[in-house]
């Protein structure tokens, strides 16, 4: 122990605000408050299991093994001397500052060394009375776990510490909200690139640079990227920059053009700050096509620049790519099949994605888009073989890059899809520490927190991917239903009428307004919605069942037999179970909608609300309800 005793550790510095000065007029009272300062804030250390190493005058230093348990109790004491001052006349006020620092210190003789202790006591002094600071290092620790926001102030010059070191700054619940950065300025949308190709063919080529730099940009730290399908729709209906900026609520707009000649490529690109309406810099580039990624990786580097973030370690635009421009190519073209989102388009985008992982097989990112295609098309197929292909794709995926949040998505998509919700969690958290602007992740994470009746963790993630994606109407649909079935059915119609404004054509928009009328009892309307949906998507599979559903509701069991003779003649297996749950249950036959809830059990196609959904209330009281639960694993 003569050396002493080295560890990492998260260190909490105090200061009371103003105190020297109250010694020097008022000494009794400054003595006295003390005191009662000590009183109140010791009692934090224990709850944060914090250490406290020693006092130095009004100060406090504590010594945590969590640096987000050292930033909750830093927080815990604020807010508990907020409430306390609030009673308080001015005089008897006691408002501290707190720093938090993340590194090395060594333990000897009792007391605590080093530089984790140095620069606590440095970034305290940069805190607002009752407010809290923290490093760098601990702001990595934090991130995404902790539930106030959360800033940078850039870097500090700090006294006796060489280099300048980045300070971020904890939004306080009593502070106001303009103390945060200009509204929107790090969220950011990358709108479609122009095709100025000679070929008119190539459009693929410029569809694939918007896409990868959203996946880019997405990485820098503190950024939140509209995802593709949102502003994918403003290449077909083009609107100003400050229409979009309005649209999107992004204060930053990325826009540029593609030409795409032989082996040639020349990129233009710009950067606007759409709140100030102007450009924040400008670049072209004249590459050979084999420097598409150097090109994306430097377009990054300039977005983190001026926006003042910071891009992880490591190249960006080759995380989970290849360096085949051939496969690099029919990927991109298999990405635009994908995204129109028909059956017909997503088999062919398989069969291309097939043909690329034979031209790369170490192509992570195209295994993880494989592996959710085929998740999707599985409601065209026998449900478990096909997600068992996607499983296929989606563990090639990891196995390639543990470390692309796109691999982790993918399988939580699937584990999700195969009952697997501890598995799916862990995945999703993976996924989530590398980028947390993926929409998709945050859905899912709806999902499953929303099936186990966690409904204000769902709302939040629905909403989340929402904000992410705000033209993406399975988003705005999810969230609706989960509004729905906790009892705010006038929100859940508000965002399906927003849905049906931006999509028309889309029949889970109206299937789930469906919903919302059965629940208020309103068949009239519920049939309405039905009507309106068929003659925007004639032949809707889901639209048929609704209407089945609502026949049997209504006594109509002629017309419900009928309906449900129909739904038996789809080829998909997880559609017939689908209607003829809803359908028999609706009618009252409970032996054949239970039976029905067993064969989903099986095919891992039930709905994931059902436990709470009162639209399957009759299912709960039956005591095969809890058997089907414990099967799929909604009960442990």
């Known amino acids: 122990m003569s050396q002493g005793d080295r560890r990492l550790a998260a260190i909490m510095f105090t200061d009371m605000v103003g105190y020297t000065a109250l010694t020097q007029t008022n000494e009794s009272n400054a003595i006295q408050m003390l ?24 100060s406090f230093l504590v010594e945590f ?62 805190a607002e009375p009752g407010g809290v600071c923290i490093s760098r290092q601990v702001y990595d620790q934090v991130q995404n776990k902790f539930e ?57 080529f410029a569809d694939g640079m918007t896409e990868e730099l959203i996946s880019t940009v997405s990485r820098i730290d503190g950024t939140e990227v509209i995802s593709r399908t949102s502003v994918m729709q403003y290449k077909k209906a083009p609107k100003t920059i400050r229409e979009i900026s309005r649209e999107l609520d992004a204060g930053t707009v990325l826009e540029g053009s593609v030409r ?6 020349r990129v233009n690109v710009q950067m606007i700050d759409a709140a100030r309406d102007r450009h924040l810099w400008a670049q072209s580039y004249d590459r050979d096509l084999d420097d598409v990624f150097a090109i994306q990786s430097d377009i990054a580097e300039q977005v983190a620049g001026a926006l003042r973030a910071r891009l992880p370690k490591g190249g960006q635009a080759s995380v989970g790519s290849t360096e085949n421009m051939d496969a690099y190519t029919t990927y991109l073209r298999a990405l635009q099949l994908a995204h129109e989102g028909h059956e017909e388009s997503m088999r062919r985008a398989i069969d291309m994605l097939e043909s690329v992982i034979v031209k790369d097989p170490t192509f992570v990112r195209a295994y993880a888009e494989l592996a959710e295609l085929w998740r999707h098309v599985a409601a065209f197929e026998d449900y478990p073989s096909t997600l068992k292909k996607g499983e296929a794709a989606a563990l090639k995926a990891l196995e390639l890059g543990p470390d692309t949040a796109e691999a982790h998505a993918s399988m939580a ?6 009952d697997r919700f501890k598995e799916a969690r862990e995945e999703l958290e993976k996924a989530v520490g590398i980028n947390p602007n993926l929409s998709e992740v945050h859905r899912v994470l709806g999902e499953i927190t929303g099936a186990f009746g966690e409904f204000g963790r769902s709302l939040e993630h629905f909403k989340r991917a929402d904000a992410l994606d705000p033209l993406e109407a399975i988003n705005g649909i999810l969230l609706a239903q989960v509004l729905r079935v906790t009892g705010k059915v006038d929100e ?4 399906l009428r927003r849905q049906e404004a931006l999509h028309p054509t889309i029949p889970f928009i109206y299937d789930a ?16 919605s039905i009507e309106t949906g068929l003659k925007s998507c004639p032949d809707t599979i889901m639209l048929k069942a609704a209407r089945g559903t609502l026949f049997a509701l209504m006594g109509n069991r002629a017309e419900a037999e009928e309906i449900l003779k129909e739904m038996m003649q789809e080829k998909g297996n997880a559609v017939r179970a689908g209607s003829r749950l809803s359908i028999r249950l609706a009618l009252g036959d409970m032996d054949e909608a239970f039976a029905a809830l067993d064969e989903q059990a099986e095919l ?19 005591p095969r309800f809890p058997e089907f639960c414990r099967k799929v694993g909604l009960l442990t």
Request: with cysteine; aromatic share 10%.
């Open 65 to 126: 093994g969590s640096a987000l348990d050292a930033l909750r109790c830093a927080v815990e004491i604020q807010s508990d001397l907020h409430q306390y001052n609030s009673s308080h006349a001015e005089e008897q006020k006691i408002l501290l500052r707190i720093g938090i620092h993340l590194g090395d210190v060594i333990h000897k003789d009792g007391d605590v060394f080093g530089d984790a202790v140095n620069l606590s006591s440095r970034i305290q002094p940069l």
């Open 148 to 204: 106030l926001p959360i800033f940078s102030m850039g870097e500090q010059r700090l006294k006796n510490v060489n280099a300048p070191q980045e300070v971020f700054r904890v939004l306080m619940p009593w502070e106001k909200k303009d103390l945060l950065p200009p509204a929107g300025s790090r969220r950011v949308a990358v709108l479609p690139f122009a095709n100025l190709s000679p070929d008119p063919a190539d459009e693929y």
């Open 604 to 622: 891992h196609s039930w709905w994931f609300l059902v436990k709470y959904d009162p639209m399957f209330s009759k299912l709960w009281s039956d």
């Open 492 to 495: 859940a119609l508000a965002v």
């Open 260 to 265: 795409k000649a032989g082996n040639r490529l």
């Open 35 to 58: 005191e009662r300062h000590n009183q109140l804030v010791r009692p934090f250390f224990l709850k944060y299991r914090g250490n406290e190493v020693k006092t130095i005058g009004d």
């Open 513 to 528: 307004e469906f919903a919302c009328h059965i629940q208020l009892k309103d068949y009239s309307r519920a049939n309405e």
């Open 413 to 418: 998509a699937i584990h999700m899809g195969l």
